[in-house]
Structure formats: C-alpha cells, structure tokens
C-alpha cells in the first residue's frame, strides 16, 4: 500500500470518526437538557470557539451569547470585590455597657445613654442605642422608670389574698368542687368549702364567711 493510499484511508477515517462523533452529539443533546458544565470545560468551549470559524459555531452545544455571558461574569469576578452593606456591628463590650446604663438607670432614654458614652469617648449614633435596647427587650425610660407587676406583687403582698375554684374527682368518679383562699406573702391555702353542686348561693354564701 503506497503512501497516498494511506493517507487518503487516513483522511477518510478522520471524517468518518467526526460524523459518528457529531451524531453521538446530537444524541446526546436529545436526552440532556441542560448540562452540567465545570469551569475547566467552560474553558475549554469558550478557547476552541476562538479558533473555530464563526461558520463552525454551530457544532459547539452552546450559544455564542452563552459563552460571551461566561466571559462577562469571568471579568466582573476578576475587578469586583466583596462590599459590605450596612454600618459595622457595634463591639459587644459597647453593647453590653449600653445595656448596664439602661438597666442601672431607668430614667434615662436612649439619648441621654449616648451622651453619656460620648463623654466616655466612645461615639455611637442614638438610633444604634435605640435599636440595642430594643434588641435585648429593654423598654423605654418613661415606662421602665415605673414599678413593674413583679415588683408591686411584693410590695403588697401581705394584703393580697387570691382564691382559686379547682375539681376533686374521687375512685368512685365522683367530682367535687373546692373552693381555696391563698395568702400571697405566707403561700397559706385556707379552705372555705367543699360541695358537688356549686349553685349561686352556695357560692354567694362562702364568700360572705
């Protein structure tokens, strides 16, 4: 076999390889709809389309506009840096100290607590103040400044006396009704009566004893 023949069968093979591989393209393309490309293939499309002829674009299983797109977002990638949004967090000391003066002292409001940071040197804005009381459920001067339920409970406690109505049932199933009077600052139970029809007199009469 001369040379030319062979590489004649050469060329032929070439050609018959790009029609199988074009096919099992075009089979492939059928049963994929969007493939999964990594950056190394990315690479590898967007280099072979600038040496093939605009002409052979069209054997490339993506767009011109895609592959355009990919290097739009490589030069943004390359020349944008990461910013931050908002104002930077506060140090935790900071806040933790505006959380003392809050709690320290219950007349004062949330700017009366940032000029007294400023003259401690520390600049803050009154509406990052605001927004830290708010965060750790601190509530405003005037209604913090009042006496709390909690507070006023022991206060009184020795004049308050509670009651409660509760149901017994027995190991019979058969249900009565208690009625309690607790004093608050002692937590004594004192028990007014016992029945199994609280009616309205009943009730009315345990009361007036």
């Known amino acids: 076999m001369s040379s030319s023949s062979f590489a004649l069968r050469s060329e032929e093979a070439k050609e018959v390889e790009i029609i199988v591989l074009r096919h099992q393209l075009h089979v492939l393309n059928r049963q994929v709809k969007r493939p999964n490309l990594k950056p190394h ?4 499309l967007a280099a072979a389309s600038c040496v093939l002829p605009r002409r052979c ?9 895609t592959i355009l797109r990919w290097h739009r977002a490589l030069v943004a990638r390359r020349w944008t840096y990461p910013r931050r949004t908002g104002r930077p967090p506060k140090p935790m000391e900071i806040r933790r100290l505006v959380v003392r003066l809050a709690k320290e002292n219950a007349t004062w409001g949330y700017r ?3 000029g ?20 750790e459920g601190i509530d405003p001067a005037p ?5 709390s339920w909690k507070e006023f409970l022991h206060s009184q406690a020795k004049g308050i006396i509670a ?8 190991a019979f199933f058969r249900r009565f009704y208690v009625l309690l009077f607790i004093e608050v600052a ?3 139970v004192h028990l007014a009566g016992v029945t199994s029809n609280p009616d309205a007199s009943w009730a009315t009469q345990q009361y007036r004893c």
Do not use: M, N, Y
């Open 143 to 147: 209604r913090r400044a009042g006496t």
């Open 57 to 65: 674009w069209a054997s490339l299983f993506v767009r011109p506009e």
């Open 116 to 135: 007294e940071l400023k003259h401690f040197g520390i600049a803050i804005a009154p509406s990052t103040v605001w927004s830290i009381l708010q965060a």
């Open 112 to 114: 009366r607590i940032q």
């Open 186 to 188: 002692t937590r004594r």
């Open 41 to 44: 293939d990315r690479a590898l």
């Open 163 to 170: 009651c409660d109505f509760v149901a017994v049932d027995t």
